[in-house]
């Protein structure tokens, strides 16, 4: 029971994760299966949907924005501010994330890259942002690969040349599909800012206590 305590967060987002992959296979495969039956084309099997761009194109399209926003997010909190917002450090104090990792260098329980210092020292200090932007790095690409791939299958079935990946690159297509996400993810993240600097919920550590003044800053 205490594993399920100290780690119920992760736990239940990971099940929440599974279910609704599962349910986005499941209705992508009738929708796509119903394209195809529009087109004179047979059905495909569970397992041949798993792997094509209709699929793999809406997954990763949208594994993008989600990392794209974690990761502007985590840069732009480092060094931009919102009075009153509990998504925000107070510009008017010092906060513990700002500390010189340096002077504990010597402490035993600090972890390995801050007792090595340097290099792996710096990277460290901002490795949760570095992978965040490497992981939207890799979904942008893998979006792009599998996109190209869903538009070749279209482009062959309205009987028309496939576009290569470069010129889908270039598309008005595959930005749209980009753009419709990015531009939700930072939305979200404002309305969020805004509504925690007037709004409470009690527990949450995204949240200011709840008898907080709305001018204090931070959770």
Partial sequence: MKVLRDNGLTIVLIVATIVTLTGMLMTGISVYNDELVQHHQPAVSLTAYLTSGH????????????????????ALTAFLFQRGSA???DPDASAEQDEDPASHRGDPDAPLPVRLGGLSASLYAYSLGIALFVLFLLSFALHLQHSAAAEAVAALSHGTPPPTIWQHAGSAEFWFESFQNWQSEFLSTAVLVVLSIFLRFRGSPESKPVAAP??????
């Avoid at 699929?55 to 985590?74: G, K």
């Avoid at 709305?214 to 959770?219: A, E, P, Q, R």
């Fill in 55 to 74: 699929f793999l194109s809406a997954l990763f399209e949208n594994w993008e924005s989600e990392f794209l926003q974690m990761s502007a997010y985590v």
């Fill in 87 to 89: 998504e925000s450090r």
């Fill in 214 to 219: 709305h001018s204090k800053t931070g959770g």
